[in-house]
């Protein structure tokens, strides 16, 4: 990640190998993002074998969130998170796994707001349509009364944290 103080905006590769970015502008803007590519944040974790698996034999989940920020405050629990880069690209998630399946469990963690909602129920049909036998969990209520997972850790990072292992622990 990188920083600009003068322009006051963080810079977020989507991936390692650097074929994209997305500035996140920090203060307050309709458009919070400028992207540089189109790809998935974080996508390695969808593959990748996870510490969790490793020291505790466990089923690994990969929490599905809206932007690269929500993906980061579930990385920053300790939970796997990609980032769709908005709430259009589901359907990029869709052809990614019909080229490579993930053994993960999904966790649609799109905004709690009508175009999360709206997102996380077209992600559905789409995996439906296109007869993927791919785990999911959808969870209405996934954050409560906050918007998204970077606002739920900001506001009350401990209810973040146990709200989030309720859902991986059961």
């Known amino acids: ?82 980032g769709l880069g908005g709430v259009n690209e589901t359907k990029k998630l869709i052809e990614l796994l019909k080229e490579k399946a993930t053994e993960k469990i999904l966790v649609m963690a799109l905004d709690n707001d009508k175009a999360g909602r709206r997102a996380t129920g077209k992600f559905i049909e789409e995996l439906a349509e296109a007869e993927l036998d791919q785990k999911f969990i959808a969870i209405s209520d996934l954050y409560g009364r906050y918007k998204d997972s970077n606002e739920f850790l900001i506001a009350d990072r401990k209810g973040f944290v146990e709200r989030m292992n309720e859902i991986v622990h059961k």
Request: glycine share 8%; aromatic share 14%.
């Open 1 to 82: 990640m990188g920083y600009d103080p003068e322009k006051r905006v963080a810079t977020i590769p989507y991936n390692p190998d650097c074929k994209g970015y997305v500035h996140r502008i920090l203060w307050e803007s309709d458009n919070k993002y400028c992207k540089f590519g189109n790809e998935i944040f974080n996508i390695d974790v969808l593959y990748s074998e996870s510490i969790e698996k490793l020291l505790f034999g466990r089923d690994d989940y990969v929490f599905i969130a809206e932007g690269q920020i929500d993906a980061m405050s579930f990385e920053e629990i300790g939970l796997s998170a990609i």
